[in-house]
């Protein structure tokens, strides 16, 4: 068991972030990511639809195996935690909670903004999250939607340009009028006096220099990229599930989308070269999610990925 890897998933490259952190957490144990790019975005989506998701990707997940799975996007988190939880025989760690806790651990006037997409904001999650851990703290929330489009954009830049030399600094690049959008989105949140702002996106922590901008430094951004990370190592190690230092480390990524595209613009939010990547057809997936009609093979992952 402390030799299978660690599953990851989100509805694109926004888990990326997550990736991040758990490998620089934990540096010992391989990872397997599937990123649903092809049904990229799921914040606008019915919380059944993005529920199906859920369990097609954490059941694909499931029979890697995997000895634990990590839903790395708040939306599928929102919308299917407690049901995966319930169906996976491994543990499920989503990135809410661990957002809420750190919130909780920097506010200090317990006044908290979170931005996030319509369906985490509209599942109430974080509210109930952050009044779970401290009642008297006051939750603010917001759907910014149009900051996903920013990063999928900003990701997409062409290289060889201004653009590219942005987006390989800050990771993606970004418009001025961003900044305009952000105040309009963001003003009303700091007038209600917050001091500290939880970056309710997976797909956010690409803009946090940004919005740091646009909120003022008296504010303080929280991803839950890290805490999440702290919590997969803390599940692990009650369950004596870490891996053994020195152990073969994999790191396999698997998108529903275009492998080179996700190549490409995932080495960029890694900031660090994505050598290979997998496809799985959606159909693949949707057939995993009736356990009558799962092709085996699909389980074990289609590899397809070529070099650069
Ligand atoms: N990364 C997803 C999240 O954390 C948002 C992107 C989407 O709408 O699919 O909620």
């Known amino acids: ?4 890897p660690i599953g990851v998933f ?4 926004g888990g990326l972030t997550v990736v991040k952190e758990l490998a620089a957490a934990l540096p010992g144990e391989s990872l397997v990511y599937v990123g649903d790019t092809a049904r990229c975005p ?4 019915e919380a059944d639809e993005v529920r199906r998701f859920v369990l097609e990707i954490g059941e694909f997940l499931a029979r890697q195996p995997v000895k634990l799975i990590v839903i790395a996007c708040n939306t599928a988190t929102a919308a299917g935690l407690a049901l995966a939880q319930r169906v996976f025989d491994v543990p499920v760690v989503g990135v809410i909670e661990p957002g809420a806790r750190a919130a909780v651990k920097a ?4 006044s908290v903004g979170v931005i996030g997409t319509v369906g985490t904001v509209e599942s109430g999650a974080y509210s109930r999250a952050v009044r779970a851990l401290d009642a008297g703290v006051t939750v603010f929330s917001l759907a910014t939607p149009r900051f996903v489009d920013v990063v999928e954009a900003g990701l997409r830049m062409g290289p ?6 942005l987006s390989s600094t800050t990771e993606v690049f970004i418009r001025p009028s961003f900044y305009e959008m952000a105040r309009d989105y963001l003003n009303p949140l700091k007038r209600n006096g917050i001091d500290t ?3 309710g996106c997976t797909h956010f922590p690409l803009l946090a220099t940004a919005i740091q901008q646009v909120v003022g430094s008296g504010v303080r951004l929280i991803s839950s990229a890290e805490e999440t990370a702290r919590e997969v ?3 692990l190690d009650a369950r004596d599930q870490l891996a053994e230092p020195g152990g073969d480390v994999t790191r396999r990524y698997v998108t529903t989308g275009d492998v080179g595209e996700f190549r490409k613009l995932g080495s960029r939010v890694l900031r660090e070269r994505i050598p290979a990547a997998e496809h799985v057809p959606v159909a693949a997936l949707e057939a995993l999610g009736d356990p009558d009609h799962a092709p085996a093979s699909y389980a074990e992952g289609h590899a397809a990925g070529e070099d650069a």
Do not use: F, I, K, Q
Not at 42 to 45: E, I, S, T
Not at 160 to 165: A, R
């Open 233 to 235: 190592a803390a599940t």
């Open 42 to 45: 799921y914040g606008p989506r």
């Open 197 to 199: 702002l939880v970056l």
């Open 10 to 13: 989100d509805s694109g490259l």
């Open 1 to 4: 068991m402390r030799t299978l």
């Open 107 to 110: 506010t200090v006037n317990r």
């Open 160 to 165: 060889g340009t201004l653009e590219d030399w």
